[in-house]
């Protein structure tokens, strides 16, 4: 296991952590839905996932980079890699393929397979996903009615997410990056 699936792991349980104190509580003590609780498990568990890919990119690039360390193309390499790393953000399919790709030149995506999961299915978990973040953290709920209200994301779809995003890294872990 590498250190940024250990990171993972533990990131992980903040999603799992709030999807339990949602079903324990069902409500808020406000009276109000604990639909925030989904919607910021949601957003947890994808930022754990994002935390994963930017780490697993630097765990590999020190392995890859240790012959050039503290040259100036070391230095300059490092540099842009901290750079792309700052701009990525919302890592969907795509976005994570081309990183491994701009840097490995591996497309970690055609390894998405596990269990019910293949490669094209994976990816497009994943972007649903990700675009459910999206809504759930730039959609303020401000009706009046909150509880008359759609929910944003169901408690099934949190757990399946969460479910998701371990079997993901697992997939993602089995590939051997550097040589």
Wanted: hydrophobic letters at 40%; zero cysteines.
């Amino acid at each position: 296991m590498t250190k940024a699936a250990d990171a993972f792991d533990r990131s992980i349980l903040d999603a799992e952590d709030l999807l339990a104190r949602f079903d324990a509580e069902k409500t808020l003590s406000n009276g109000k839905s604990g639909e925030v609780l989904k919607r910021a498990g949601l957003v947890m568990a994808l930022a754990a996932w994002e935390t994963y890919v930017k780490d697993r990119v630097t765990d590999e690039f020190d392995i890859w980079l240790q012959s050039v360390e503290g040259s100036p193309i070391g230095k300059f390499v490092r540099k842009r890699l901290e750079q792309d790393l700052k701009r990525f953000f919302n890592p969907n399919s795509e976005r994570t393929r081309r990183l491994f790709i701009d840097y490995f030149e591996i497309d970690i995506t055609k390894e998405w397979a596990w269990q019910n999961f293949d490669a094209a299915s994976a990816k497009k978990t994943l972007d649903a996903l990700i675009a459910k973040r999206g809504d759930a953290a730039h959609q303020a709920n401000t009706s009046e009615h909150r509880s008359a209200e759609p929910h944003q994301v169901k408690r099934e779809e949190l757990e399946k997410g969460i479910r998701f995003l371990r079997g993901l890294v697992a997939a993602t872990e089995k590939v051997k990056i550097t040589k």
